[in-house]
């Protein structure tokens, strides 16, 4: 069955809020009646759907029942969600003029998806978001976040920008807690290139998402979904799938990490061929790596957008009317590196149940982590130790210390 659009029983305030800049946009189009001019769309019968129910093409329609002059407050919810729907097909271009950063993807019903892939660190890519979701006016943004990292669509620039380049003890023992002491590492290290990025280029990370953010709540009746794998998860395959040799080669390189950084760096991984290119070393490197980061995050994207792409059921005045379904259409919001995978994914037969287990350690790893932790522990120890002794060394030298042991040795009675 297809979902719902008809989910706000509210329409009427959401057309309050809307009527005032909108209503000399719609003019004649929300008063007038089939026929007498505007803009029609031709209602279709995919092969899916044949004996079914008839499916409305993008574009205001006669399907969609027009509404007749008054304010809207004499409106019935019904009637409000019809006009804000036919504001929002007026405003969704049939022909958008879209970034050359943007994918378009056509499901089996005939929803569309138009895939922004963006440089994280990036003004253009903001601009490009706010290009599309205007253009396309969609029914569902999908942004390239897990609910462990939403935090930072409710964060300002300043904030985030101080919080990405501070790296404390405190971050330390929540990603541990929460990840496991290898994936906690892993994360931290992964942050502190987050952070030198952030610092080489003053900018903070994930503008693309928070303007995604902004721009959808701009659209009637948009629905914001996230559609990345759980962060947690990603990294406990990421660490399973590697050997200890790599994981420590990984961990070094991303602590020395210091080249500098420039803005047309980070512009420059918008074209494919040098992000493919990049991805191409890293695979020869770390595939496993790259499995788990990259291609089993672009199934569980492709997924994510798919579910997205679904048929929206108009409202029905009563039981007794036909039901009539829209193509919905989607805009996603995800990495450059992405796209060539969810491209590929796209109609493809998808199963997210196995990418979304957390395999059990090997011998080696046990062995490895036990390892690891034996260190630690026995680095801990010797500079407690070493502390300790330069404490004790510290105080005994003190002129004050001196004389109490000087009294003390003439104190006490010799032989």
Request: aromatic share 6%; hydrophobic share 40%; glycine share 6%.
């Amino acid at each position: 069955m297809a979902p719902r659009a008809w989910e706000f029983p509210g329409a009427v305030e959401q057309l309050h809020e809307s009527w005032a800049g909108l209503s000399g946009q719609v003019g004649a189009l929300s008063l007038g009646r089939p026929g007498e001019g505007g803009h029609l769309t031709q209602t279709l019968s995919s092969p899916l759907q044949a004996d079914t129910e008839p499916v409305v093409m993008s574009g205001a329609s006669d399907v969609v029942p027009r509404v007749l002059s008054g304010e809207p407050q004499n409106l019935s919810d019904v009637d409000a969600f019809n006009l804000l729907l036919e504001m929002k097909l007026k405003r969704r271009r049939e022909r958008p003029n879209l970034p050359r950063t943007v994918t378009e993807l056509v499901a089996e019903d005939g929803s569309r998806v138009y895939v922004v892939g963006t440089a994280h660190f990036s003004d253009d890519s903001k601009k490009d978001v706010v290009k599309t979701i205007r253009e396309v006016q969609p029914d569902v943004v999908v942004v390239e976040l897990c609910q462990y990292r939403v935090s930072m669509l409710k964060m300002d620039e300043s904030t985030l920008l101080r919080e990405a380049k501070e790296i404390s003890l405190e971050k330390l023992q929540q990603a541990v807690r929460q990840n496991g002491v290898m994936s906690g590492l892993m994360q931290m290290l992964l942050l502190k290139v987050s952070a030198h990025i952030t610092e080489q280029l003053g900018m903070a990370p994930g503008g693309e998402f928070r303007e995604a953010f902004k721009e959808a709540s701009k659209v009637p009746f948009c629905k914001f979904h996230l559609g990345d794998r759980p962060i947690p998860v990603t990294f406990k395959r990421a660490i399973a799938a590697l050997s200890f040799w790599q994981k420590v080669k990984l961990a070094w390189g991303l602590c020395f990490l210091s080249d500098p950084i420039s803005k047309d760096d980070v512009e420059r991984c918008k074209q494919k061929d040098l992000l493919e290119q990049m991805m191409a070393e890293m695979i020869g490197e770390f595939p496993d790596l790259h499995r788990t980061i990259v291609s089993e995050r672009d199934v569980y994207l492709t997924y994510m957008l798919r579910q997205a792409a679904r048929r929206l059921e108009l409202p029905r005045s009563s039981d007794a009317e036909p039901r009539k379904c829209v193509p919905s259409v989607v805009v996603g919001v995800v990495g450059m590196g992405h796209v060539p995978g969810i491209e590929k994914n796209w109609t493809t037969d998808l199963n997210i149940q196995e990418i979304m287990t957390v395999p059990p350690p090997s011998v080696s790893g046990r062995v490895s982590r036990l390892a690891v932790k034996a260190a630690f522990l026995g680095l801990l120890g010797y500079g407690l130790y070493w502390m300790g002794r330069r404490a004790a060394s510290l105080v005994l030298s003190l002129p004050a210390a001196q004389y109490c042991l000087q009294r003390a040795s003439a104190a006490w009675p010799h032989k």
